[in-house]
């Protein structure tokens, strides 16, 4: 279907691929891992044409639809959101609308040759609207956008409305309601809850039929949908046959293997050499030498890949709290809208913290998740009811949206020192270092940064000061998977208290020891871990 045969590319001085190979099959379902900057969206560019291979060759069908979800929604139009989605199938909306016409004009009078030549049209017409399934193209669209969490109350609003994440649901909406031939997506589970990220996951196990290839930081996603999964490392591409985890086993196999061959060739190498050595100025032995220096000249030599640069990141022991961390007492909060109406997120909210436990809060999309997360790190306040804090917690919170707690004006450098006031300069290079942030890389101000970064500068912060009371929404959020697992196992070692919003499954199977449910406006306790609740809620 495409294939990017021995590819060469490269930006700059960087080298990203050389005599690189992939094939992308009919029906075929592959995960694009690597590291930033490996060249993973390099890959999805040369696919779509927006970027062209130095060398090699890209070969793909003109019949082959394809459908690109990037990170960068772009503009839209000012119309609602289902047609921004029904926009996306322009072509089937005109082929609709000239048999629309072609019908029209078969209603008037004609020569049979022109009535003969129209039916032709016609018929072949309505094979390519039913083949692209226009007949259906509404429909789809709206079961895409309410799976996505955009219901029937919200198709009539306009793009405009929605915020920048709930546009970037749109946007995926459009390229699912294209159905192409080949699906590419860019981290598709970035801005979605954990119920869309279900019916995305469902939606492509069993209801799309073509081509996959995609990037995604969320371990089960990855598991449930690929069958293939495609490393881009070393400049070169590398297709293992099995989803993440079996990557994850096969190529450290294959690592093992690479250095076991890599130190049998180096002592054969060292042992030619110290013979080519020894000998080199002796007549007696000039053929056998000659012979051994061509011997090693012919040796294609094995390198081992450069470690790819990881966060190291460990929380240090905590001071401390008492045991009752937060005491809820019948907290309500409420907020108004733009047209003067009270909208109440939650009501009667009790219950207790306590020290060491790690808990997930949980709820559908809208059920004020983050909202309860802000007003139990003080950084809102309770309509009604009160948060009372223990004695000795110190809080340390991580937003979802960075720029809550960061200055966009500030660079890393600043913001890590404002968190550190006491800290030399080594000290604080040291843990920008920690957080990939090398040499000048420290003084790229806030707003210059990716999302990945500025949740890297906010664990930076947080790792700096004496905190014994997590409280994260959506730690993982823009984080690559091996940065999620060492998250991950610096929490699991935390000794401290830790509440967290968090959409990755397989990070809340592997911390949380209790769940707390935003249910309707009030909460549910679930005390047992994260498979305790999906089983007592039957979400498994």
């Given at each position: 279907?495409?294939?990017?045969?021995?590819?060469?590319?490269?930006?700059?001085?960087?080298?990203?691929?050389?005599?690189?190979?992939?094939?992308?099959?009919?029906g075929?379902?592959?995960?694009?891992?690597?590291?930033?900057?490996?060249?993973?969206?390099?890959?999805?560019?040369?696919?779509?044409?927006?970027?062209?291979?130095?060398?090699?060759?890209i070969?793909?069908?003109?019949?082959?639809?394809?459908?690109y979800?990037?990170?960068n929604?772009?503009?839209?139009?000012?119309?609602?959101?289902?047609?921004?989605?029904?926009?996306?199938?322009?072509?089937?909306m005109?082929?609709g609308?000239?048999?629309?016409?072609?019908?029209?004009?078969?209603?008037?009078?004609?020569?049979?040759?022109?009535?003969?030549?129209?039916?032709?049209?016609?018929?072949?017409?309505?094979?390519?609207?039913?083949?692209?399934?226009?007949?259906?193209?509404?429909?789809?669209?709206?079961?895409?956008?309410?799976?996505?969490?955009?219901?029937?109350?919200?198709?009539?609003?306009?793009?405009?409305?929605?915020?920048?994440?709930?546009?970037?649901?749109?946007?995926?909406?459009?390229?699912?309601?294209?159905?192409?031939?080949?699906?590419?997506?860019?981290?598709?589970?970035?801005?979605?809850?954990?119920?869309?990220?279900?019916?995305?996951?469902?939606?492509?196990?069993?209801?799309?039929?073509?081509?996959?290839?995609?990037?995604?930081?969320?371990?089960?996603?990855?598991?449930?949908?690929?069958?293939?999964?495609?490393?881009?490392?070393?400049?070169?591409?590398?297709?293992?046959?099995?989803?993440?985890?079996?990557?994850?086993?096969?190529?450290?196999?294959?690592?093992?293997?690479?250095?076991?061959?890599?130190?049998?060739?180096?002592?054969?190498l060292?042992?030619?050499e110290?013979?080519?050595?020894?000998?080199?100025?002796?007549?007696?032995?000039?053929?056998?030498?000659?012979?051994?220096?061509?011997?090693?000249?012919?040796?294609?030599?094995?390198?081992?890949?450069?470690?790819?640069?990881?966060?190291?990141?460990?929380?240090?022991?905590?001071?401390?709290?008492?045991?009752?961390?937060?005491?809820?007492?019948?907290?309500?909060?409420?907020?108004e809208?733009?047209d003067?109406?009270?909208?109440?997120v939650?009501?009667?909210?009790?219950?207790?913290?306590?020290?060491?436990?790690?808990?997930?809060?949980?709820?559908?999309?809208?059920?004020?998740?983050?909202?309860?997360?802000?007003?139990?790190?003080?950084?809102?306040?309770?309509?009604?009811?009160?948060?009372?804090?223990?004695?000795?917690?110190?809080?340390?919170?991580?937003?979802?949206?960075?720029?809550?707690?960061?200055?966009?004006d500030?660079?890393?450098?600043?913001?890590?020192?404002?968190?550190?006031?006491?800290?030399?300069?080594?000290?604080?290079?040291n843990?920008?270092?920690?957080?990939?942030?090398?040499?000048?890389?420290?003084?790229?101000?806030?707003?210059?940064?990716?999302?990945?970064?500025?949740?890297r500068?906010?664990l930076?912060?947080?790792?700096?000061?004496?905190?014994?009371?997590?409280?994260?929404?959506?730690?993982?959020?823009?984080?690559?998977?091996?940065?999620?697992?060492?998250?991950?196992?610096?929490?699991?070692?935390?000794?401290?208290?830790?509440?967290?919003?968090?959409?990755?499954?397989?990070?809340l199977?592997?911390?949380?020891?209790?769940?707390?449910?935003?249910?309707?406006?009030?909460?549910?306790?679930?005390?047992?871990?994260?498979?305790?609740?999906?089983?007592?809620?039957q979400?498994?």
């Open positions: 279907m495409i294939h990017l045969t021995k590819i060469s590319k490269q930006h700059g001085s960087r080298i990203l691929f050389k005599n690189a190979s992939l094939q992308i099959l009919p075929a379902r592959m995960g694009l891992v690597g590291a930033n900057g490996a060249g993973k969206t390099t890959i999805f560019n040369l696919i779509t044409g927006e970027e062209a291979a130095d060398e090699g060759e070969s793909c069908s003109k019949k082959t639809k394809i459908g979800f990037s990170q929604v772009g503009d839209m139009e000012e119309g609602s959101a289902l047609s921004e989605v029904m926009s996306a199938a322009g072509d089937v005109r082929l609308e000239q048999m629309k016409e072609m019908e029209a004009a078969m209603a008037e009078p004609m020569e049979d040759s022109a009535m003969e030549q129209l039916l032709e049209k016609y018929g072949e017409a309505v094979e390519a609207f039913e083949n692209r399934d226009g007949y259906n193209l509404e429909s789809r669209a709206q079961t895409v956008l309410t799976g996505l969490g955009i219901g029937p109350a919200d198709y009539t609003q306009p793009v405009a409305f929605f915020s920048g994440g709930w546009k970037m649901r749109i946007a995926l909406a459009k390229i699912l309601t294209i159905n192409p031939d080949v699906l590419l997506l860019d981290e598709p589970t970035n801005h979605l809850d954990m119920e869309s990220i279900l019916w995305l996951e469902n939606w492509l196990v069993n209801d799309f039929k073509g081509a996959l290839l995609m990037t995604c930081h969320d371990q089960d996603f990855m598991n449930r949908v690929v069958s293939r999964t495609v490393e881009v490392a070393n400049q070169t591409i590398t297709t293992y046959g099995g989803n993440y985890d079996f990557y994850i086993r096969e190529r450290e196999i294959r690592m093992a293997q690479l250095l076991a061959s890599h130190r049998r060739q180096q002592e054969m060292a042992k030619e110290n013979f080519i050595a020894r000998f080199k100025a002796r007549v007696s032995h000039a053929a056998q030498v000659q012979s051994r220096i061509k011997k090693l000249e012919k040796i294609e030599r094995i390198e081992i890949p450069e470690q790819q640069r990881v966060m190291k990141f460990e929380f240090s022991p905590p001071p401390r709290s008492g045991d009752d961390v937060v005491l809820l007492e019948n907290l309500e909060k409420t907020w809208t733009a003067g109406k009270t909208n109440t939650f009501s009667n909210l009790s219950g207790l913290i306590n020290r060491q436990d790690k808990i997930a809060v949980v709820g559908v999309n809208g059920a004020g998740k983050s909202t309860f997360l802000k007003v139990l790190a003080g950084m809102a306040t309770p309509t009604k009811g009160t948060v009372k804090i223990g004695a000795n917690v110190n809080i340390g919170y991580f937003s979802q949206h960075a720029m809550d707690i960061l200055n966009a500030k660079t890393v450098f600043e913001t890590v020192q404002e968190a550190l006031p006491l800290a030399g300069i080594g000290v604080i290079r843990l920008c270092a920690a957080f990939l942030f090398f040499g000048d890389d420290v003084e790229k101000r806030i707003k210059q940064l990716s999302g990945g970064e500025k949740s500068v906010v930076a912060t947080l790792l700096g000061q004496p905190v014994n009371f997590l409280i994260l929404d959506e730690p993982t959020n823009h984080l690559d998977i091996q940065s999620r697992e060492i998250l991950l196992s610096a929490l699991k070692k935390f000794t401290g208290t830790v509440v967290l919003v968090s959409h990755d499954r397989h990070f199977r592997c911390l949380v020891d209790r769940v707390m449910e935003i249910d309707r406006g009030e909460m549910i306790n679930y005390n047992g871990n994260y498979e305790y609740y999906l089983s007592k809620t979400r498994n």
